[in-house]
């Protein structure tokens, strides 16, 4: 079993950049791939970032590629979305995200996920 424990959102404005966590507890999550997935009120979830579990493999959707960067800490058991100039449309609650295999890039594809950090962007 896996608990994820997301952090680090809240209320910011347009053009900063916090940064989330997501700790991961009760197994090592070296052989998971970990994924950040967003969702916006009324919008299904949708990935935003992911990465393998060596972390030589990432993937970014294209509305945040150039802002955002994933990374992951495997001696810390904890992964990181560095989110730079925030738009208002980045406004949703972030899901991290992890599953005992590949990288990929939808959420049905995952086995484990936290209880999510909300992001709201003002302009």
């Known amino acids: 079993q896996v608990q994820l424990v997301e952090s680090g959102g809240g209320l910011v404005q347009a053009g900063d950049s916090p940064r989330l966590s997501c700790a991961a507890s009760?197994?090592?999550?070296?052989?998971?791939?970990l994924g950040w997935f967003r969702q916006a009120p009324g919008k299904d979830r949708e990935i935003v970032a992911a990465?393998?579990?060596?972390?030589?493999?990432?993937y970014y959707t294209d509305s945040v590629k150039g802002r955002f960067t994933i990374s992951r800490d495997n001696a810390e058991n904890t992964v990181y979305l560095q989110m730079n100039s925030l738009k208002p449309e980045d406004t949703a609650i972030y899901f991290c995200?992890?599953?005992?295999?590949?990288?990929?890039?939808?959420?049905?594809?995952?086995?484990?996920w936290g209880q999510g950090t909300q992001v709201t962007v003002s302009s």
């Open positions: 009760g197994r090592i999550l070296r052989t998971y791939a």
């Open positions: 995200e992890a599953r005992n295999g590949p990288l990929m890039t939808t959420t049905t594809m995952y086995q484990y």
């Open positions: 990465i393998s579990w060596s972390g030589t493999k990432t």
